[in-house]
């Protein structure tokens, strides 16, 4: 039952435990539950469900008399397992609406719609994780995410893999692949499979499309018994308008605006949170929360910030409101992802919050004390954007291009970043990402590993999405499973095994993830060298030790003898070359290593004179060191 300190904190809007209050709780019984469900718009409201014959006759609830808006009731007959909705009335014109439980943890197979009554018991296998996992999503951990959509990763005789398969299956693969964690696409309810989980309808229930509540939580339980981080995409930005959801859900624009101007999102066709009322903030904060107290998770990758953070987000002039200071931004929903910020670090200071935002907003990974939106990490999508736009070029064209790739170190440290080569890059008739490469097969292939060997030593932390690693052909496609079988042939499996190797390097090297988002981290060795398309850089570690250097040809043209200034004497060991013919590559390089000469040049004490193989990059280290 709610208490009236959950009133008072539902009302202020920083209630974060509300799925303790609201929706369904069965009876010790197992014969009988409570039911509370906020609508103050309604005039009257039931409980309509397998046990009652869907009657709303049967189990009426009753509004609590302190005017929260909020319907509570004891009914005697559902049971775990059974299907119910909210009938409710509205008191504008009478309207009668049938609503799923906002607060459900559990719902129907989709294409039905109701809630499920569910309990989360469940005996956690995983302390030994959740003891130690603030060093393994820190800012200077080694963080390589493996983007996956649960329902396309594999299937069997073309049905989806349930949670405790895929769990298995998966933790299997991405331990052999070295990633460090796993991002599910999100999971939470949604009507519509085609939208990727992206128009949700449940904040509190994971899809039923891949079996229970439990089966989840074996599904992160066993990723962490295996080492494996698992990080969530959450949609607070919006929602769907199907009818048994949020939208209208009292008869009246409750979660959401009632101006279009406001309410209404031109490019998803779907409701927009209203970040301005109390109740509503509650609601999203306690679905934050929910996911990383009942489910264990180790972080939530907030999808489209930058739609919550813009009131003109998608609209032409005259199509938005401003607010009352006569500006762009949205007040309420940077007042709401600062508070659901703290709120998560607050009880889970070793987790991670990740914002998916597109533009210029400052200080988005900054604390919220210093004015930031308190997120500890952003994408890079402005990385992502030159760094694919520079590959597309033809070789021939690419030194009119240099600033592409050089321009995110001017930017680097502002923020927290994560390099992102998401799904976002590979639907919509974009192609695969092998595909946007210019040049024949083996031109391809070795753009793609050159492209992944800076990525994985550009500053900031990596991920991918599926199928990327062994550089699928097709475009990702939600029906069906990956290409699984182009692995078999050469390229394909040279691409995988560079990836897998890249892991392992990243993780084994120090300099390569302690100093991601300072400039300690990293030092120019050669920038400018925009007509033969070379690139080099150190990466140092934390202690000052012996940096990295990692060079990039980004030409289809080997390049002897040259010259590139180390600060360290002695031999330098090629640690990775992704010409390597075990990759696919021709197998140009440098036998090994290379000893530095004392030889001033590029503001260092010493030089390497290099084998520059076409279309790749290499990582040395001094051999000291090595």
Same mark, same amino acid.
Not at 21 to 35: I, P, Q, T, V, Y
């Given at each position: 039952m709610l208490s009236d300190h959950d009133i008072y904190l539902f009302r202020e809007g920083t209630h974060g435990r509300l799925y303790d209050?609201?929706?369904?709780?069965?009876?010790?019984?197992? %014969?009988?539950?409570?039911?509370a469900v906020w609508a103050p718009n309604a005039e009257a409201v039931s409980v309509i469900g397998d046990w009652n014959g869907w009657n709303d006759q049967a189990h009426r609830l009753e509004p609590r008399p302190d005017g929260s808006g909020i319907w509570e009731g004891s009914v005697s007959g559902p049971q775990r397992g059974h299907a119910y909705k909210y009938r409710i009335r509205s008191r504008h014109g009478g309207e009668l609406l049938d609503k799923a439980d906002p607060f459900a943890w559990y719902a129907e197979l989709p294409p039905a719609t109701g809630s499920r009554l569910w309990d989360l018991a469940y005996e956690w296998q995983d302390q030994e994780w959740m003891a130690t996992r603030a060093g393994k999503n820190a800012l200077d951990a080694p963080m390589s995410i493996y983007e996956v959509h649960p329902g396309s990763w594999r299937r069997r005789d073309g049905e989806f893999l349930p949670w405790r398969e895929l769990a298995h299956a998966l933790a299997d693969y991405v331990l052999e692949m070295g990633f460090t964690h796993v991002e599910l696409m999100p999971v939470t309810e949604h009507p519509f499979y085609g939208s990727w989980g992206y128009q949700t309808t449940g904040y509190f229930a994971p899809t039923a499309r891949y079996g229970t509540p439990q089966d989840f939580m074996y599904f992160v339980d066993h990723l962490h018994g295996r080492g494996i981080g698992v990080i969530l995409d959450w949609v607070p930005s919006h929602f769907p308008s199907d009818a048994h959801g949020l939208a209208r859900f009292d008869g009246t624009y409750l979660y959401e605006h009632a101006d279009p101007r406001q309410g209404f999102h031109p490019e998803w066709n779907s409701s927009i949170f209203n970040y301005g009322r109390n109740e509503v903030r509650s609601f999203l904060t306690s679905s934050a929360l929910f996911w990383l107290d009942k489910y264990h998770l180790d972080g939530l990758r907030v999808d489209a910030v930058a739609s919550m953070l813009y009131l003109d987000y998608a609209r032409k002039d005259g199509e938005w409101i401003p607010n009352r200071h006569g500006g762009k931004e949205n007040l309420e929903a940077i007042e709401f992802l600062r508070r659901m910020n703290e709120a998560v670090y607050r009880d889970h200071p070793d987790v991670v919050t990740i914002a998916e935002e597109s533009t210029a907003w400052p200080m988005v990974s900054r604390p919220t004390y210093l004015g930031g939106l308190g997120f500890g990490m952003k994408w890079n999508m402005g990385w992502m954007h030159d760094t694919l736009a520079y590959l597309k070029e033809d070789p021939v064209h690419r030194k009119y291009h240099h600033g592409k790739l050089t321009f995110s170190m001017v930017y680097a440290f502002n923020e927290n970043f994560v390099l992102p080569l998401s799904h976002d890059e590979v639907v919509h008739g974009k192609g695969s990402l092998v595909n946007k490469m210019p040049g024949d097969t083996w031109q391809q292939f070795a753009n793609l590993r050159a492209m992944y060997?800076?990525?994985?030593?550009?500053?900031?932390?990596? @991920? @991918? /999405?599926?199928?990327?690693? /062994?550089?699928?052909? %097709?475009?990702?496609?939600?029906?069906?499973? @990956?290409?699984?079988?182009?692995?078999?042939?050469s390229h394909h499996a040279g691409v995988q095994r560079f990836v897998k190797d890249l892991n392992a390097l990243y993780r084994r090297e120090p300099a390569l993830h302690e100093v991601d988002f300072a400039h300690p981290g990293f030092e120019w060795i050669e920038g400018n060298d925009a007509e033969h398309s070379v690139f080099a850089f150190l990466r140092k570690p934390a202690d000052g030790g012996a940096p990295l250097l990692v060079v990039c040809n980004l030409t289809p043209l080997p390049r002897t003898n040259y010259l590139l200034g180390v600060p360290v004497a002695g031999r330098w060991s090629e640690l990775i070359n992704s010409d390597a013919q075990d990759y696919g590559g021709s197998g140009w390089g440098n036998l090994g290593g290379v000893e530095a000469a004392p030889l001033p040049s590029h503001g260092q004490l010493q030089a390497l004179s290099l084998t520059l193989p076409p279309l790749a990059t290499l990582i040395l280290k001094p051999e000291a060191d090595a």
């Open positions: 209050a609201l929706g369904a709780h069965l009876a010790d019984d197992g %014969r009988s539950a409570g039911f060997g800076y990525m994985w030593a550009h500053p900031g932390k990596k @991920l @991918l /999405f599926m199928g990327g690693e /062994f550089g699928q052909r %097709r475009e990702w496609t939600h029906d069906g499973e @990956l290409e699984w079988w182009v692995t078999q042939t």
